[in-house]
C-alpha cells in the first residue's frame, strides 16, 4: 500500500483563495517533499521538509509537518489559475538510495 | 540549459513487442530513477541506479529491464512480459549527497494495443 495518501483528492476553488491539502504516512520518514505535476507532463519539486522541521515556506507556499500525528499540510495562499495541477507529498527515507514513495496526489482546480 | 530529456513524448507498440524508452540528463547527476504512472495514482519505482554499471529492482521491476552503461543514460525496456505496461513513465535524478530531492523528466506515455 501507498506510504501517503494526500486529502482531498480533488480541490475546486476561485483565484485568490488559498488552497490547502493534507497528507498521511505510516512509518518513520527523513523528509517529506512536495512536488506538482501539470496534466501530462514531469513532476517539479517544490518544498522539502525534514523530519526535524515543523514548517516551512517559499514564496505562496507553506509546509507543516507533525511526526506525532505522521502528517503534513501544504498551503498555497493567493491561488492564482497557473496553480492548477496535480500536488504529490513524497516521503524520503536516510541511507541508501533515497527512496522516496508518493501518494496518489491532489487535483487542484483554480478558477479565474 | 540542464535537465532530463525522455523520448519519445508518445509511444504506441503491439502487445508481445519489446519497447525502449529513453533517459538522458545532462545535470551530472549520479543516481537515476524511473518510475511508472497510472491514471489517478501516484508514481511507482521501477528501477533505480547509483552509480555506472550498476542498478537495484524498484517495487515493480518484473517486466522491465534497464542498463547504466554511462551516468548520462539510463535506457528503460518493457519487455512482454509485462502484464498491463499501458502507462505514463517518468524518468529522474538526483545528485548524491543532495537531500532528497529529484529532478524530473517530461514523460513518455505508452499505448500497448
Known amino acids: 500500500s501507498q506510504q501517503g495518501e494526500e486529502d482531498p483528492q480533488a480541490l475546486s476553488i476561485q483565484e485568490g483563495e488559498n488552497a490547502t491539502m493534507n497528507c498521511s504516512y505510516k512509518?518513520?520518514?527523513?523528509?517529506l517533499q512536495w512536488y506538482r505535476q501539470n496534466s501530462g507532463r514531469g513532476l517539479v519539486h517544490l518544498i522539502l521538509?525534514?523530519?526535524?522541521?515543523r514548517e516551512k515556506h517559499s514564496g505562496r507556499l507553506r509546509v507543516t509537518l507533525d511526526t506525532s500525528k505522521k502528517s503534513s499540510s501544504l498551503l498555497i495562499t493567493a491561488s492564482r489559475a497557473a496553480d492548477t495541477a496535480s500536488y504529490f507529498c513524497a516521503t524520503g527515507f536516510s541511507g541508501g538510495y533515497n527512496k522516496l514513495i508518493f501518494g496518489a496526489g491532489t487535483r487542484l482546480a483554480v478558477h479565474p | 540549459d540542464g535537465g532530463i530529456t525522455q523520448s519519445p513524448k508518445y509511444l504506441f507498440r503491439k502487445e508481445g513487442q519489446n519497447v525502449t524508452l529513453s533517459c538522458e540528463q545532462n545535470l551530472n547527476h549520479d543516481a537515476m530513477y524511473w518510475y511508472r504512472q497510472d491514471p489517478g495514482q501516484g508514481l511507482r519505482l521501477i528501477y533505480y541506479?547509483?552509480?555506472?554499471?550498476?542498478?537495484q529492482k524498484g517495487d515493480i521491476a518484473e517486466g522491465y529491464s534497464v542498463s547504466r552503461e554511462k551516468k548520462e543514460s539510463f535506457p528503460l525496456t518493457v519487455t512482454s512480459a509485462q502484464k498491463n505496461p499501458t502507462a505514463f513513465y517518468l524518468c529522474?535524478?538526483?545528485?548524491?549527497?543532495?537531500?532528497?530531492?529529484?529532478?524530473f523528466g517530461p514523460g513518455t506515455r505508452l499505448t500497448v494495443t
Open positions: 512509518t518513520s520518514i527523513n523528509n
Open positions: 541506479s547509483q552509480i555506472v554499471n550498476d542498478f
Open positions: 521538509i525534514r523530519s526535524n522541521e
Open positions: 529522474a535524478s538526483r545528485r548524491l549527497g543532495q537531500e532528497g530531492e529529484q529532478y
